[in-house]
């Protein structure tokens, strides 16, 4: 069974700081997702990560994805309040229909 | 153009009671998913449809079962409710899934009293 750990599973930050979120998954993927969900909101994509090596950047958001170490990154950099939300990571499994979501991490990013 | 849409948004039932669950895929996609995220926790994976077939089931009892129409639309039914039914049920649609992208409706929220 394919097992998804993001860490930490809470995060309160400065403005202005830089922080990364890990998440580790147990079996090989061939692709691997970060969504961001607000309270009480559905998900939204940010990053799609399709092979060994890949980066992706969006505003203060970079992804990254390591396939041999089973590893991806969610790097924050000048955090800023309106970053503050649940960040998921998710990894299709080897039959390719199911995601398989991490348990989340909740970021605060205060003034 | 139309997202994922999902309804009802919330709904309140009580234990035994079935529930039925809608939702239109985005437009031009031809494969729904669904998933149930409980409080605090990440999305976990029901089903997913494709071609009118359950192409793949996740860890869920036989309580939960779906339906997914010509127009690629889909329902999720869940008979004899459980207090740990309560969730958000969310819908996923994607084009020549595995590979398309997934785009999440905003979910039903489900309640069970």
């Known amino acids: 069974e394919l097992k998804v750990e993001q860490n930490p599973l809470f995060l309160s930050m400065q403005e202005g700081k830089n922080y990364t979120i890990y998440c580790n998954y147990s079996?090989?993927?061939?692709?691997l997702y970060w969504y961001r969900q607000d309270p009480g909101k559905s998900l939204e994509s940010l990053f799609v990560?399709?092979?060994?090596?890949a980066v992706k950047q969006e505003g203060r958001l970079m992804a990254s994805l390591d396939t041999k170490a089973r590893l991806s990154t969610l790097h924050i950099t000048a955090a800023v309040h309106d970053l503050s939300a649940t960040y998921f990571c998710?990894?299709?499994?080897?039959?390719?229909?199911?995601?398989?979501f991490g348990k989340g991490t909740s970021l605060l990013v205060t003034p | 153009d139309a997202g994922v849409t999902q309804s009802p948004t919330h709904l309140i039932k009580t234990r035994g009671q079935q529930v039925t669950l809608r939702c239109s895929p985005k437009?031009?996609?031809?494969?729904v998913s669904w998933y149930q995220q409980a409080l605090g926790q990440g999305p976990q994976f029901i089903f997913q449809?494709?071609?009118?077939?359950?192409?793949q089931r996740g860890n869920f009892p036989d309580r939960f079962s779906g339906h997914q129409f010509p127009n690629y639309s889909s329902e999720l039914n869940v008979n004899a409710l459980l207090l740990g039914d309560s969730a958000l049920y969310l819908c996923?649609?994607?084009?020549?899934?595995?590979?398309?992208?997934?785009?999440f409706g905003e979910g039903s929220r489900l309640t069970v009293l």
């Open positions: 996923a649609s994607s084009l020549r899934s595995p590979t398309g992208e997934l785009f």
């Open positions: 079996t090989t993927s061939d692709r």
């Open positions: 990560l399709l092979s060994n090596g």
């Open positions: 998710a990894v299709l499994s080897n039959s390719g229909y199911a995601l398989n």
């Open positions: 437009s031009g996609h031809d494969t």
């Open positions: 449809y494709y071609e009118e077939e359950e192409r």
